[in-house]
């Protein structure tokens, strides 16, 4: 059955309204996705039915609060393909899940002179964790370069990786390129050196169907709020072993079995990361976010995507002034257009109801590796995306460039 787009538009009330006046194109996806009303339900549903702190108290509003709790604990184990919801953290965001491996796993196993292995276009939040870690125990970062067409430089990568490689830590989808990245192989070359393997799945999960287990990776990451559900909620997954010998990386109620003036002993996993009171809603939203998606066909979604993808790129084409920033194929297109910068046309786009974003998107050392100073416009699409939206875009940027 083919996809009823304007259909499932209807199940996310956001995008039912006008913006300056003109109908809301919404193609900042990559930043964050709306949220489906059956999210928004689930939310409003825990808070006016269930809330009660999770985990504690011997009452009724308790037991259903935990069960929905670790319900949609259960849901994103099996989104992932985790053989065990003990693996799954929950965490604010791919941030906070890159940051727990960095100060728990980074801090405590690595040492001078071993190497973390990044590339040129990782996310600040892949970055700069790992600068802490290098700064702090003498460790040394190593970055894998781009071809000319923006692309990791598979060779250079293979020619990176060396017994002295403890961790690899790697986009899946990259947030400012849109291009899917060969984790599998370089996961299998970590592997040959016996180095820790980390994806940044923030950009993946809302496009592809993700399989922890057959990509093999150690540590996956991503947030709830880019795959439509709340903000403050995201995943770290691990490898049982790894998970188990981490130290937590923060303390207090919640993660421990006892505690004396003495000494504590720390919960079992996955409690022993999850100090203080969990984002119960934020989980629980998720969960729902989850429900939501197993129930739509998610190949009929992509091939959808995939349709968008195609129609923005040779869009983009045929506009001269245009220059795409490498070979986008997953979720974002990055552009610039000559001699204009590229707030200008955002501000002009945002008049016509159209929303993109613009500026390094938190990848400044890869604006630099592309000696983009001003940044790129981005726009980034969504499966609840049709095509008109990506008409209105097209329509826009003519009307901005007679503009200028
Ligand atoms: N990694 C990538 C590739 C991202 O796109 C983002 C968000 N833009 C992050 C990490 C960080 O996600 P969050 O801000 O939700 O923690």
């Known amino acids: 059955m083919p996809l009823d787009i304007d259909k499932l538009r209807l199940d996310f009330p956001i995008l039912a309204q006008t913006v300056n006046g003109q109908p809301l194109v919404y193609l900042d996806n990559a930043a964050t996705t709306q949220k489906p009303q059956a999210v928004l339900d689930a939310l409003n549903h825990y808070y006016q039915g269930q809330n009660a702190n999770v985990h504690r108290a011997a009452h009724a509003l308790s037991g259903q609060a935990t069960q929905a709790f670790e319900a949609a604990r259960a849901k994103v184990a099996d989104f992932i393909h985790a053989p065990d919801a003990r693996q799954v953290i929950w965490t604010r965001g791919a941030t906070e899940a890159i940051n727990l491996v960095a100060l728990s796993f980074g801090m405590q196993k690595l040492k001078a002179g071993d190497e973390i292995l990044l590339s040129a276009m990782e996310h600040h939040a892949n970055i700069v964790p790992w600068q802490q870690v290098a700064a702090a125990t003498g460790a040394v970062i190593k970055v894998i370069p781009l071809t000319d067409n923006a692309e990791l430089d598979m060779t250079a990568a293979a020619n990176l990786f060396s017994s002295r490689t403890k961790l690899l830590a790697i986009s899946h989808v990259s947030n400012a390129l849109g291009v899917l990245n060969p984790v599998q192989t370089l996961i299998a070359m970590a592997k040959a050196v016996g180095a820790v393997t980390l994806i940044d799945g923030a950009q993946a999960v809302g496009h592809l169907s993700v399989d922890v287990q057959a990509l093999d990776c150690d540590f996956y990451v991503f947030s709830g709020h880019k795959m439509f559900g709340p903000t403050g909620i995201g995943v770290l997954y691990g490898k049982r ?27 079992e996993l996955p409690f022993k990361f999850e100090a203080g009171t969990p984002n119960i809603a934020g989980a629980i939203g998720l969960g729902a976010a989850i429900d939501y998606l197993s129930a739509l066909d998610r190949c009929a979604l992509a091939a959808h995507e995939h349709q968008l993808m195609l129609q923005l790129l040779a869009g983009l084409s045929a506009l001269p002034e245009v220059r795409i920033i490498g ?8 552009f610039i257009i000559d001699d204009v910068h590229p707030q200008d046309v955002a501000t002009l786009l945002d008049m016509q109801g159209i929303a993109v974003r613009t500026g390094h998107h938190c990848a400044m050392p890869l604006m630099q590796a592309l000696d983009l100073q001003q940044g790129t416009l981005r726009a980034s699409i969504a499966f609840y995306n049709h095509a008109q939206d990506i008409d209105a875009l097209l329509l826009g940027l003519k009307k901005s460039r007679e503009f200028f």
């Open 327 to 334: 070979r986008p194929t997953a979720g974002a297109v990055s």
């Open 241 to 267: 072993a790894l998970l188990e010998a981490m130290p937590p990386w923060q303390t207090g109620g919640e993660m421990i079995k006892y505690v004396s003036f003495e000494h504590t002993r720390f919960g």
